[in-house]
Structures are given as structure tokens and as C-alpha cells.
């Protein structure tokens, strides 16, 4: 069975400080894919990014980046210079990968819940 | 706005009774999932449709819920005799059969049960 934690529920900083939100997962299958999503007040999950298994370089976008590591089953979230528009609630999700291709139902994670103070 | 879209955003309702919700994903997207998000917790899977065909059920899904997607476009989710612990944020997504395996989501739409 797939399992996603995050293991921190709730984070609070201040503005402009770096964050790292944690994630750890378990599957038995070895094509995998995973995904971040930000959901803010509004409720709508919004998609960051995916990453398929095979896949272990880092990615950075603007002040993004994901660090993925198959070694220790975690793939981490960090925001730099973080700002107040940040705060939202963010899940990291599992899915794997079907013989037609491609992922279908998530499993995801309780999400952590990040609060940036200005 | 090219966007999934969901109806109705709210739905309150008494015990026992049935609701209907309707989900509209991005055009020419064929695969549709529904999803249920309770307060404090991540999504969980409940259903999802290849076009017209609906090819896995969760366990969560209970007899009293029932999933279609007549022409492979919309999608409804009906919950039959509603009961408190229905109550949770339902959310619609959708995507691609190959090539980009991300699944985008709607708003959803926020059931109590009263």
C-alpha cells in the first residue's frame, strides 16, 4: 500500500526566511511519480510540480525547489525568501504508475500547514 | 476560464437527503477523478472515469454514492441518504490518458450535513 506523511502540520515563519516542508513516502512499486500542490484559503488544490521515479534531479523554479532522494524516500519542498503570499496549506502526493501509463489516483499526505508572518 | 469547474461550491442539506454534484473538467481531458477532503486532512481517492468508463472504485466509496459520466464529458456524484460524516469538501480533477499525468483540480464543493 502507498503512504505519504508530512510529518510537520503546521510551520510558522517569518517573511523572507527559507522554509523546508519534509516528505516522506512509501510504495513497492519502482515507477512511481510525485507531486506537490498548494491549496490556499480558497480550496482549490493548485499543481507545483511532478517528478517521476527515474527522475532524481533537483528542480529549482524562481524561489521553488524540490529536492528528491529515492535513498531515503523523501522528496522536500523549500521556499526561499519566503513571503506572506506563500501561506497556504501544501500536500505532497504519491501515484503509480499503470502498464497503459501514466498515474491515477493520488495518495496524499495530511499537508502542512505554512504560515508566513510579515 | 478553461479551468475544472464544480457545481454547486456549497451544499447544505438534512440528513437523509440526496445530493447531486456536478464536475466539468478541462476540455478534451478524458480521465476524471473525484476526490473527498475532510478538515484537517489531505484528498482521498474515491472514483475516477476513462471517457464514459468508470474503471476503479476506492473503498471508501459506500453504496450510498454513485458516480457517472454518461458522454464522457461532465461528471456527477450523487450521494444517496446523506448521513453527518458525509460532510467534507468534494473535489473534482482531471487529465490527460498519456503523455502530461497531472491531474488539474476544480474548486470543489463543500457539503454539510446538517
Known amino acids: 500500500a502507498q503512504k505519504v506523511t508530512q510529518a510537520q502540520t503546521e510551520i510558522s515563519v517569518v517573511e523572507k526566511e527559507d522554509v523546508t516542508l519534509d516528505c516522506v513516502y512509501e510504495?513497492?512499486?519502482?515507477?512511481?511519480?510525485l507531486f506537490w500542490y498548494k491549496q490556499p484559503p480558497s480550496g482549490e488544490l493548485v499543481f507545483l510540480i511532478r517528478?517521476?521515479?527515474?527522475?532524481?534531479q533537483n528542480e529549482i523554479s524562481g524561489r521553488y525547489s524540490w529536492n528528491f532522494q529515492k535513498s531515503t524516500s523523501s522528496f522536500n519542498f523549500t521556499i526561499t525568501a519566503s513571503q506572506v503570499v506563500d501561506s497556504a496549506v501544501y500536500f505532497c502526493?504519491?501515484?503509480?504508475?499503470?502498464?497503459?501509463?501514466?498515474?491515477?489516483?493520488?495518495?496524499f499526505g495530511k499537508g502542512t500547514h505554512l504560515i508566513i508572518q510579515p | 476560464d478553461t479551468g475544472v469547474s464544480q457545481n454547486p461550491r456549497h451544499k447544505i442539506t438534512k440528513r437523509g437527503q440526496n445530493v447531486t454534484f456536478r464536475c466539468d473538467p478541462i476540455?478534451?481531458?478524458?480521465?476524471l477523478y473525484w476526490y473527498r477532503q475532510t478538515l484537517g486532512q489531505g484528498p482521498e481517492f474515491l472514483t475516477y472515469?476513462?471517457?464514459?468508463?468508470?474503471?476503479?472504485k476506492s473503498r471508501l466509496l459506500s453504496d450510498r454514492f454513485s458516480a457517472e459520466r454518461p458522454k464522457g464529458s461532465f461528471s456527477t456524484l450523487e450521494i444517496q441518504r446523506t448521513e453527518q460524516g458525509d460532510s467534507a469538501m468534494y473535489l473534482c480533477?482531471?487529465?490527460?490518458?498519456?503523455?502530461?499525468?497531472?491531474?488539474?483540480f476544480g474548486p470543489g464543493t463543500r457539503l454539510t450535513v446538517l
Open positions: 502526493a504519491l501515484s503509480e504508475v499503470y502498464s497503459g501509463g501514466g498515474a491515477d489516483g493520488l495518495t
Open positions: 510504495t513497492r512499486d519502482t515507477t512511481y511519480y
Open positions: 517528478r517521476n521515479s527515474f527522475d532524481e
Open positions: 480533477a482531471s487529465r490527460y490518458q498519456v503523455g502530461t499525468d497531472t491531474q488539474y
Open positions: 472515469f476513462q471517457n464514459e468508463a468508470q474503471l476503479e
Open positions: 476540455s478534451e481531458h478524458n480521465r
